[in-house]
């Protein structure tokens, strides 16, 4: 414990020290018989190749601030870690890396490139969840968990086992995400849509009966290959007469059914299009609702097969143009202008995704769904913010049946073998290898182990002391993007295998962008790497600025001089424990605050300030708004506490006031603590003398205390503030040196008046006055500054301070001014077409200026009228 407090703050020096004394001491862990209601949260498992970014900065600041308040509040709290396998991210680092040594995975071979892999984690795996120790996150390390260890991987294969036997997964030829450079379906979240400059073209479709036919519209010619009907809108008038007919495939020998269906747009194109079942997803469904022919033209690696006639063996982007070169030959190419348009890309190669019919592993999802949808509208699992879960319902009712099978080798192996008659066996532990059976070669999704998190992380299927305590867990905080792939299929599992929700409440924070809103990326040049902002300004101002903005669901704007205003706010808090610290002596927060009577008019303001501040962040806490939380307490500790309190206590010298100073210090550190939480610790346990096992961390979470609340003080001291601040303003505005001394006459109501009395010692040495008297009215005498407070003129006679004539010009300089920016206001205001197409916020901004000219304008008339 250090005796005292260094001149400046260095969080390089404070952080990495107490984190390491927090973890060896055990502050972090937690058991199941361990006293205090339960309190869980499980981390939204990051990729064992992760690298600590800008999102999980925040994601983690949540968790960390929540689960340092429910341990000061005596609960049983557990915030689980771990990491997540991430089958296709990690699977392409190694292969990059054997790539480099000139060697393919398959040329190393599935169990050589699985032992790579496994060195590779082994070697690098942990380096995000030393990052997160960096930030500061109270994690219990010692309950890490990988998605692949032993005991998940049983577990893993448990599920598909029981699921394949109640008939929820089975095996399949259905559309697909399907990335043709890894060659591998892939989720729905693994495929970002971009939009790109492309073109459309016009395609005719002759009538088999050598009619015109129809002309249809398409940003991909050639999956035209595949095509096995035309569709119109049912009310369509234009084609209502060739519903039914048939068409000529104009490349290949096929005949096409013109069909209605409502899922026809008419305003697209020409109204008419193509129907290619294999290859679009709408398009799937309408084959489905027709019965049509599915013709897939592609193979894995997206060059055309052979159902694709004489382009077969062409890449799809060579088909594209050479199928347009055929048609327009044909006379059939009605046009082709450009068109901008959203196309799937691979988040991991970022190669163009091929929607493509493909025999998958599948999940039926829809008796699962159900009570989900039960749950959440139940309120037995609650969306903090409540809009949320309109939209993860309307998700929730029109799921689509999940792929669960990958192309790779690094991941859950499929526990399904075929035997030499090609059955499938579904087994939870391997055969004998003396069948001679093949295992299937896939892999799980990544998503099949990651729903499963809240509870096998706690010893699922075991009914374990940890999963009887934590589970459900209390609060999951999450990014409301992955509200559809990750809780969706958290709450399902949960429900089916244990007839419970896995957590009582969704907590969704928004994305970080940079502070003109912008999504951070790196075309962009504006990605923020926060582990270069903690080598800069600390952890704690990374948490601060972050968490200052995170309200529920809202996205959070970030800039660099924000965490550097956070750190100030950081010193400012330091320096006042310097200061406090420096005057109490031996006092500690254990002596407890004086008796009511040993008070004075700043101690009881303090304290109900600090009830109202208390009483806030509680409110905000509870409700989930950090952000609140944080402006609430950096206002009382900034703006009361050090600006007005310390300024007025340190002029005392008696044991009230040093028992005020170290109390309220003692609550604001506590409140501040889970969002800064190395700086409180490093003040409070200097402040309170704390031994070697004493933390911050298991302090008490301060409790209400409504008997504080001082309305009658808290008028004395707004009086008092506000005479200050603008005794300071005039000094400062006629240049007085500190030392000159304002003799004040105040005229102010009987109410007013008696306010004004009680503060009139601290108004005096805090604002430089020698002489303070009280009149019924103005004074007579000329040059008088005028000082209006709430309730109260203030009077300050100005011979003597200063150079009259020089003032006048000044004023008369400064009225010039003002009347000019009035005028420029009110011209732009006058302009009609300004007023009715500039956004309302500019124009109220004008409107704001012109009032604010105004007060300007009085209050410089006033003062040039009193110098007479």
């Known amino acids: 414990m250090p005796s005292e407090l260094s001149k400046a703050y260095n969080p390089a020096g404070v952080e990495p020290r107490l984190y390491d004394w927090w973890e060896r001491s055990g502050f972090f862990h937690a058991e199941p018989d361990d006293p205090g209601d339960p309190f869980c949260i499980v981390i939204p498992l990051p990729n064992v190749t992760g690298s600590l970014h800008i999102g999980h900065a925040l994601d983690h600041s949540v968790q960390d601030a929540l689960i340092r308040r429910a341990r000061m509040q005596g609960r049983n709290a557990m915030w689980q870690p771990g990491t997540d396998h991430a089958g296709i991210a990690t699977q392409m680092v190694v292969e990059r890396q054997i790539a480099a040594e000139g060697m393919s995975r398959r040329e190393l071979g599935r169990e050589a490139f699985v032992e790579r892999v496994w060195e590779w984690k082994q070697q690098s795996g942990g380096t995000i969840l030393r990052q997160m120790r960096r930030l500061g996150a109270s994690c219990d390390w010692r309950r890490a968990q990988f998605t692949l260890d032993d005991h998940y991987v049983a577990a893993v294969r448990k599920v598909f086992c029981d699921l394949h036997a109640e008939g929820l997964i089975y095996r399949g030829n259905r559309l697909v995400n399907w990335d043709p450079v890894l060659g591998t ?213 029109n799921l689509r049946d999940w792929c669960i099978s990958r192309q790779l080798w690094w991941g859950h192996r499929i526990p399904a073998w075929y035997d030499e008659h090609g059955e499938t066996h579904v087994l939870r532990e391997d055969p004998d290898p003396a069948l001679g059976w093949t295992q299937d070669p896939d892999v799980l999704d990544t998503w099949f182990s990651a729903w499963l998190w809240p509870f096998v992380t706690l010893g699922w299927p075991e009914r374990t002391p940890s999963l009887e305590t934590w589970y459900p867990t209390t609060v999951l905080v999450t990014g409301y993007d992955i509200n559809t792939f990750w809780v969706s299929r958290m709450l399902m599992a949960g429900l089916h295998f244990l007839d419970e929700v896995p957590f009582d409440v969704v907590l969704n924070h928004g994305l970080v962008r940079d502070r003109f809103g912008k999504k951070m990326s790196k075309s962009f040049g504006n990605v923020i790497d926060p582990l270069e902002l903690i080598d800069r300004y600390g952890a704690d101002a990374l948490r601060f600025a972050l968490l200052r903005a995170a309200a529920p669901g809202q996205d959070v704007p970030l800039a660099e001089e924000w965490v550097e205003g956070a750190r100030r706010f950081a010193n400012k808090l330091w320096n006042a424990g310097r200061l ?227 003032e006048r010009s000044r004023l008369a300089r400064d009225l010039d001014r003002a009347l000019a920016e009035k005028e420029r206001a009110e011209r732009k205001l006058s302009n009609t077409g300004f007023v009715a197409k500039a956004p309302a916020a500019v124009v109220q901004a004008e409107r704001d200026k012109v009032a604010e000219w105004d007060r300007a304008l009085r209050k410089l008339s006033d003062q040039l009228d009193g110098l007479g």
Request: hydrophobic share 45%.
């Open 185 to 397: 379906a892939m989720s729905d979240i693994e495929v970002d849509h971009v939009e790109v400059d492309g073109e459309l073209a016009h395609l005719r479709y002759p009538g088999a009966d050598h009619s015109e036919g129809i002309v249809v519209a398409t940003t991909r010619a050639e999956t035209m290959l595949g095509d096995t009907a035309v569709a119109v809108h049912p009310d369509d008038d234009r084609y209502r007469h060739l519903v039914g007919t048939v068409l000529r495939h104009p490349l290949l020998d096929r005949e096409l059914p013109v069909i209605a269906d409502d899922g026809v747009d008419p305003s697209f194109g020409t109204g008419a299009v193509k129907v290619t079942p294999a290859h679009d997803p709408n398009d799937y469904e309408m084959g489905l609702r027709h019965a049509l022919p599915m013709v897939d033209v592609m193979n894995p690696d997206a060059t055309i097969n052979a159902n694709g006639g004489r382009f077969e063996g062409l890449d799809r982007f060579e088909a594209r143009s050479r199928v347009k070169e055929a048609l327009d030959e044909l006379g059939l190419l009605v046009n082709v202008t450009p068109h901008r348009h959203s196309v799937g890309h691979s988040s991991r190669s970022r190669a163009v995704v091929e929607p493509r019919l493909s025999e998958q592993w599948f999940v039926d999802v829809t008796p699962l769904a159900e009570p989900v949808i039960e749950a959440v509208r139940s309120g037995r699992t609650g969306f903090v913010p409540e809009r949320n879960a309109k939209g993860f319902l309307d998700w929730m009712e």
């Open 580 to 806: 406090v610290l420096s005057k109490v002596g031996e006092t500690t927060p254990a002596d407890g605050l004086p008796a009511a009577d040993e008070l004075q008019p700043e101690d009881r303001w303090i304290l109900s300030r600090l009830e109202a501040a208390r009483a806030a962040a509680e409110d905000a806490y509870d409700g989930f708004d950090l952000a609140r939380a944080a402006r609430a307490l950096y206002h009382f500790v900034w703006d009361e506490y050090c600006d007005w309190y310390l300024e007025l206590a340190k002029l005392r010298d008696d044991p009230a006031a040093r028992r005020v100073l170290v109390g309220v210090l003692d609550e604001a550190l506590r409140l501040l603590h889970p969002i800064m939480p190395f700086v409180t610790e490093e003040i409070w346990r200097t402040l309170t003398h704390a031994g070697d096992d004493g933390t911050i961390m298991r302090a008490a979470w301060p409790a209400a205390a409504p008997q504080r609340t001082d309305p009658r003080a808290e008028a004395e001291l707004e009086a008092l503030r506000a005479a200050v601040t603008e005794l300071r303003r005039f000094r400062a505005d006629h240049g007085l040196a500190p030392s000159a001394r304002l003799e004040v006459i105040a005229v102010a109501a009987v109410q007013e008046r008696a306010v004004l009395e009680a503060g009139v010692d601290g108004i005096r040495r805090l604002a430089g006055v020698g002489s303070w008297s009280f009149a019924d009215a103005p004074p007579d005498r000329s040059a008088l500054g005028k000082l209006v407070i709430a309730g109260a003129e203030l009077y300050v006679p100005l011979a003597g301070l200063v150079d009259l004539d020089g």
